[in-house]
């Protein structure tokens, strides 16, 4: 049995905790016909005519994986066998009409699916977020197709599981930053807006703002008004006696239209509407760069420069974009041990021909649910205790200071 196993989408710090949690699950197994093989650069293989997957293409894409070479692989970062945001159902795009639609997704759904043989596998599991994922949940779901997945992102937007592999390695990450430019927005009284990863959804927005006592959270659940929630905030807190400001902001951030035309000059709702969007359809959200058009909204507010000045504060604003150094470097103890738990699981699944299932913590446990359900998306929950925190986290402190209030 050849079991292949890829890494799509961006990469996240636990991919590599994962392969190798695969194969000590195959080295327990003590079957001698059983090989675990890499397949290099995520869907990109799949995307290919099955005509021109020649056998230089084929050895190109796959590699033999044999646990001897790699030695605790789950302490390292990135992902061996590379990872790439190839889409084969990219065609899809371009199709409106539902009925077509279905049709076409089926037929490359199983046309993926007869890959395997070329490709000389018998099964796969398939380690992405939403898009690799919900791309192997079609591949089940109209082709049969023996497949596994496990849930990877770092923004932990996946319904099938209470976190993924890679969101605490990178909260992490964030709070650090959020915690060490605190040092620099004192010394200097600035305001900091930092940028922080999330499209769609805010957990790494909310956890790191939280973990580091932010003054300012802005998620994409919820747009925001730049005067209620960012001046009227800010105005508060230099009348308290606060010197500097932390805003933790969402990349996937965005005003409300009201606030758009009423408070903002350097963007528009057309620049939102029409961002560029990536080969899954996913609108590029960090093209906005949001916290810079906060900066530069900031910068020209006269009236509340003047009003720092009353309270003896500076006003110096500063934006920070965190991007892909979120994604960087080793996982933590947390993601490397759920990452060998996840291929671990998953190899299991596979062993046992229980396919069609996404790996999921649910509590402390590993459980498989269905791929389908399990694929789709999960955003903070604006009733949760999480969000009564952060708002909590940002009134308090200006709030419980209200009588140093200037007249």
Same mark, same amino acid.
């Given at each position: ?108 759904? *199983?046309? +993926? ?5 070329? #490709?000389?596998?018998?099964?796969? @599991? &398939?380690? $992405?977020? !939403? ?63 930092? *940028?922080? +990863? ?5 957990? #790494?927005?909310?956890?790191?703002? @939280? &973990?580091? $006592?932010? !003054? ?192």
């Amino acid at each position: 049995m050849r079991v292949g196993i890829l890494t799509g989408g961006g990469d996240a710090p636990g991919f590599n905790a994962v392969i190798y949690g695969a194969l000590l699950r195959a080295y327990k197994e003590s079957i001698d016909d059983l090989e675990v093989i890499g397949i290099k650069k995520g869907w990109e293989v799949f995307t290919y005519k099955n005509e021109d997957l020649t056998p230089e293409v084929i050895n190109r894409y796959t590699e033999v994986l044999e646990i001897a070479d790699h030695d605790d692989l789950h302490t390292k970062g990135g992902t061996i066998i590379y990872t790439s945001r190839s889409n084969p159902f990219k065609a899809l795009a371009k199709v409106k009409d539902l009925d077509e639609r279905k049709a076409r997704e089926r037929e490359i759904g *199983e046309d +993926m699916a007869s890959k395997f043989e070329i #490709l000389g596998i018998d099964a796969l @599991i &398939a380690v $992405g977020g !939403d898009d690799t994922c919900g791309v192997a949940a079609a591949m089940y779901k109209h082709a049969g197709a023996n497949v596994c997945a496990c849930p990877k992102t770092i923004d932990n937007d996946l319904a099938g599981t209470d976190y993924t592999f890679g969101f605490f390695t990178s909260a992490q990450l964030a709070t650090n930053v959020l915690d060490n430019i605190t040092t620099t927005a004192h010394s200097h009284q600035r305001i900091f807006v930092v *940028e922080i +990863m999330g499209r769609d959804a805010g957990w #790494l927005t909310v956890y790191s703002g @939280i &973990a580091a $006592g932010a !003054d300012i959270i802005l998620l994409p659940e919820k747009p925001f008004d730049f005067k209620e929630d960012v001046l009227d905030v800010l105005k508060a807190r230099a009348n308290a006696g606060y010197k500097y400001h932390i805003i933790a902001c969402s990349e996937g951030a965005v005003p409300t239209k009201e606030s758009i035309e009423r408070d903002f000059t350097v963007i528009s709702q057309e620049d939102i509407d029409k961002l560029p969007k990536d080969v899954f359809g996913n609108p590029l959200l960090a093209k906005l760069k949001i916290s810079d058009k906060i900066t530069k909204e900031l910068i020209k507010q006269e009236e509340l420069s003047a009003f720092f000045k009353k309270c003896d504060a500076n006003y110096e604003v500063r934006s920070v974009i965190l991007g892909h150094t979120m994604r960087a470097g080793t996982p933590n103890v947390f993601d490397r041990v759920l990452g060998l738990r996840y291929g671990y699981h998953a190899m299991q699944y596979v062993l046992e021909g229980n396919f069609g299932k996404l790996t999921s913590l649910q509590g402390t446990e590993i459980k498989p649910v269905d791929l389908v359900e399990g694929s789709k998306k999960s955003i903070v929950d604006l009733s949760s205790d999480l969000v009564e925190i952060k708002d909590a986290i940002v009134a308090v402190k200006h709030k419980t200071k209200e009588h140093l209030f200037l007249k």
